[in-house]
C-alpha cells in the first residue's frame, strides 16, 4: 500500500461496520490511523469489522452510538476526546433510505433520510472542529449520484444527499480558515458483490461503465483515503465523483 501518510491519524467513521463504512475502515486502518468504527445496532458486524481489521497497520475500536441522535453523537465523540485528545479525520457516511416515488412518499420517510444525511454534521460540527483544532482536520462525507440524478423510488435519499453536498459546501467556507477541509465522494450503484440487488439492472449499468465494470467499496474508499492526505489540503468544498466515468453518458 502507498503511504498515505496517514500513520498516526485518528479517525471516526459513521456507518463503519459494513459495505462502504467498513471499506473505508479497512483503508485507513491499512494506511497506520487508528479508526473507530462506529455503529447503531448490530454488535454482531461490529466484532466481526473489528477482528477482520485487527492484523492491519493500525487500530482498530468499536463504538456504539446512533448519530442521528445528538446526545449519543455528543456521547460518541466525547469518547473520542478521552481516549484519543484528538481527531484527524471523520466520515460521514451513516445513512437511511424509505424507498418511495416522489407521489405518494410518507414524509415520515423522506424526513428520516434527512435526518440521518444531516443531523450527524448539523449537530456535531462544533464538536468535530473543536477536536481537529489546530489541523490539519479532513471531514468527508458519502453522497450519492441521487443527488443529482433522478433515481426510481429514490426521492428520499436523493434529497437527502443533495443536501448533504449543500451542507459540505456550506462547512468547508466556514471551516477552511480552522486548517480542516470539508468533501464530498459521490458514486452511482454500488457492487455489493453476489447479494447486489437488481442484478440486471447493475449488469446494465456495469456495461454502460467507460471503465468496465460498476464501483465497488474500495474505489469509494480509495477516494476518501485522497482527501484525507495531506496534498489534498487545498481541496474544499467539492463533490468529488468516483464512478468509473458512468455519469458521464448520462
Known amino acids: 500500500m502507498a503511504d498515505l501518510g496517514l500513520e498516526g491519524k485518528v479517525a471516526l467513521v459513521t456507518g ?10 479497512r483503508k485507513l486502518c491499512g494506511a497506520g490511523a487508528t479508526v473507530v468504527l462506529n455503529y447503531a445496532h448490530r454488535e454482531d458486524d461490529a466484532h466481526r469489522a473489528v477482528k477482520e481489521l485487527a492484523p492491519l497497520r ?16 455528543e456521547r ?19 445513512a437511511s433510505w424509505n424507498p418511495a416515488p416522489a407521489v405518494g412518499a410518507d414524509p415520515a420517510g423522506v424526513h428520516a433520510d434527512l435526518t440521518a444525511a444531516l443531523d450527524p454534521l448539523l449537530h456535531g460540527a462544533p464538536a468535530i472542529a473543536g477536536l481537529m483544532a489546530g489541523g490539519p ?21 436523493g434529497v437527502a444527499k443533495a443536501a448533504l453536498e449543500s451542507l ?12 480542516i477541509a470539508v468533501n464530498a465522494v459521490s458514486t452511482s450503484k454500488i457492487d455489493k458483490g453476489p447479494g447486489t440487488p437488481q442484478p440486471e439492472v447493475a449488469a446494465a449499468l456495469a456495461a454502460r461503465t467507460p471503465a468496465g465494470r460498476l464501483t465497488n ?3 469509494i474508499a480509495d477516494t476518501v483515503a ?3 492526505t495531506a496534498e489534498a489540503g487545498w481541496i474544499h468544498g467539492q463533490v468529488i465523483t468516483a464512478d468509473g466515468g458512468l455519469g458521464l453518458r448520462g
Open 137 to 157: 482536520g479532513r471531514i468527508v462525507a458519502v453522497s450519492s449520484s441521487g443527488a443529482h440524478s433522478v433515481i426510481p423510488r429514490y426521492v428520499g435519499l
Open 217 to 219: 467499496p474500495e474505489d
Open 76 to 94: 460518541l465523540l466525547g469518547q473520542v476526546r478521552e481516549r484519543y485528545g484528538r481527531l484527524d479525520v471523520f466520515v460521514h457516511n451513516a
Open 16 to 25: 463503519a461496520t459494513r459495505g462502504v463504512g467498513l471499506a473505508v475502515a
Open 226 to 228: 485522497l482527501l484525507c
Open 58 to 73: 493500525g487500530e482498530a475500536v468499536a463504538l456504539r452510538a446512533d448519530v442521528t441522535r445528538a446526545g449519543e453523537l
Open 168 to 179: 459540505v459546501r456550506y462547512l468547508a467556507v466556514e471551516l477552511a480558515g480552522r486548517d
